[in-house]
């Protein structure tokens, strides 16, 4: 069984970790590509689009449905990797401050 009062006590320092957290994560970026690499999508912590790199050889009129479809596969990949990165990040900057209640989702708190 854990302390309850121990466990509100580290409320003010889980407060002041995730935001250093969120802080660290909003200067993170990531790639994703698509296309073996023909289509890059730079995305920040942020979970914005920062930058699209195109390879010229794909900019023919004949392959503007594949374009856009890479360019698809290449912001979500990017998305992807930028939601596993914020979470493995906010858990590193959080660990061992609370305990693993059985049942307790923190998911919603990004950790």
């Known amino acids: 069984m854990f302390d309850m009062m121990k466990m509100m006590g580290k409320l003010g320092e889980v407060k002041t970790r995730m ?43 004949q392959d503007a449905e594949m374009l856009r479809d890479l360019l698809i596969a290449a912001v979500n990949n990017a998305a992807s990797k930028m939601e596993d990165l914020s979470k493995e990040e906010m858990k590193k900057r959080t660990e061992g401050l609370l305990p693993n209640i059985p049942g307790m989702d923190l998911g919603a708190f990004g950790i």
């Open 19 to 61: 935001a250093e957290a969120q802080e660290a994560i909003s200067k993170l970026e990531v790639t994703g590509e698509a296309g073996a690499g023909m289509v890059k999508a730079r995305m920040n912590g942020s979970k914005r689009l920062t930058g699209l790199e195109i390879d010229p050889s794909l900019c023919q009129p």
